[in-house]
């Protein structure tokens, strides 16, 4: 038990997905895990623990935006033992050639800043995704999705007021903006673990195009696929 996860020692799985909304969490543990079971709901951040095709899994939700994912993944790592965390979440495109309920493979991850930013001082730390797990993942999606390998853009603000910083992003190539995998991937690298972020694309920057919230839901459930079957290939 933590000062922000409630599980007893034992709870939590080796592996675990990481929703950034609760809810999200507890759907994928009812659709996707055998004999889940509720093992944190602390301030409302709930997961659960079950099974995948024999595997024991744990879904957890880690909120939105960086800081609130660095506390979760910190304590899942550090106190629970956790070694492989994927990210399982939404985010927007930022190529024509990307379309609504594409899957987004995070090979790397760029950001204006991360919590960890301090720790590096002049360093630009480059973080970027496990290769085994983008490589299983990608093999996983062969077939079922439409599916995007390359770099996204982490952002520190949903409410983004900076179309110059977008443009030049475009211009680099960035496939996509979310909120959370670059500080997953340097908590992953700090503390030698395996971490992936997949990403469902619900709207679009270029276009405007955006996916009504009731067609979520059944468009994300490839990625969770994808997430599981890469994480025990």
């Not at 038990?1 to 709870?11: P, Q, R």
């Not at 939590?12 to 093992?39: K, S």
């Not at 492989?84 to 995070?106: C, H, N, P, Y």
């Not at 490589?135 to 999606?141: P, Q, T, V």
Request: charged share 20%.
């Amino acid at each position: 038990m933590t000062v922000h996860i409630g599980a007893k020692a034992g709870d939590i799985a080796e592996t675990v997905l990481l929703p950034g909304d609760p809810y999200r969490a507890r759907w994928v543990a009812e659709n996707f895990l055998q004999d889940a079971v509720l093992v944190n709901e602390v301030r409302g951040m709930l997961g659960f623990t079950g099974s995948y095709k024999g595997h024991r899994v744990t879904v957890h939700g880690t909120g939105m935006g960086m800081p609130s994912l660095s506390i979760y993944v910190n304590e899942l790592i550090r106190d629970f033992g956790v070694k492989t965390l994927i990210r399982i979440g939404s985010a927007g495109a930022m190529q024509e050639s990307i379309k609504l309920r594409d899957v987004v493979l995070a090979m790397s991850a760029t950001t204006l800043s991360t919590p960890s930013e301090g720790m590096f001082k002049e360093l630009n730390f480059a973080p970027t995704a496990d290769y085994g797990l983008l490589s299983a993942a990608h093999k996983a999606a062969q077939g079922k999705v439409n599916t995007h390998v390359g770099s996204i853009y982490s952002s520190n603000t949903f409410y983004d007021e900076r179309p110059d910083l977008n443009e030049q992003m475009m211009r680099h190539g960035i496939m996509a903006v979310e909120m959370e995998a670059a500080e997953l991937y340097t908590l992953a690298a700090r503390y030698g673990c395996r971490a992936l972020g997949i990403m469902t694309i619900s709207d679009h920057l270029v276009t405007g195009d955006a996916l009504p919230s009731e067609d979520r839901e059944k468009s994300f459930g490839d990625m969770v696929e994808i997430a599981l079957e890469a994480a025990f290939a």
